[in-house]
């Protein structure tokens, strides 16, 4: 069986963003969500491990927001 399951994340900071944002949006990168800051690349695991896992072996065609609070839809 072939499951299919998706991460959407918000702003997440990753060090290509001041190396590819001009720098008066750098600053505020990621302020614009409910929680106020972008998340970190660490904090994206905990979704994606879960889901590779056969723990979630009836999880498919599930979508989940790591936004910072931002609704998707």
Same mark, same amino acid.
């Given at each position: 069986?072939?499951?299919?399951?998706?991460?959407?994340?918000?702003?997440?900071?990753?060090?290509?963003?001041? &190396?590819?944002?001009?720098?008066e949006? $750098?600053?505020?990168? /990621?302020?614009? !969500?409910?929680? #106020?800051? +972008?998340?970190?690349?660490?904090?994206?695991?905990?979704v994606?491990?879960?889901? &590779?896992?056969?723990?979630?072996?009836? $999880?498919?065609?599930? /979508?989940?927001? !790591?936004?910072? #609070?931002? +609704?998707?839809?």
């Amino acid at each position: 069986m072939i499951r299919a399951n998706g991460v959407a994340p918000g702003p997440i900071w990753a060090p290509l963003i001041p &190396a590819t944002t001009p720098p008066e949006q $750098v600053e505020t990168f /990621g302020s614009q !969500v409910p929680l #106020g800051r +972008p998340g970190h690349p660490a904090e994206l695991a905990p979704v994606y491990v879960p889901l &590779a896992s056969d723990e979630a072996g009836r $999880v498919s065609g599930a /979508g989940i927001a !790591v936004t910072g #609070g931002q +609704p998707i839809l």
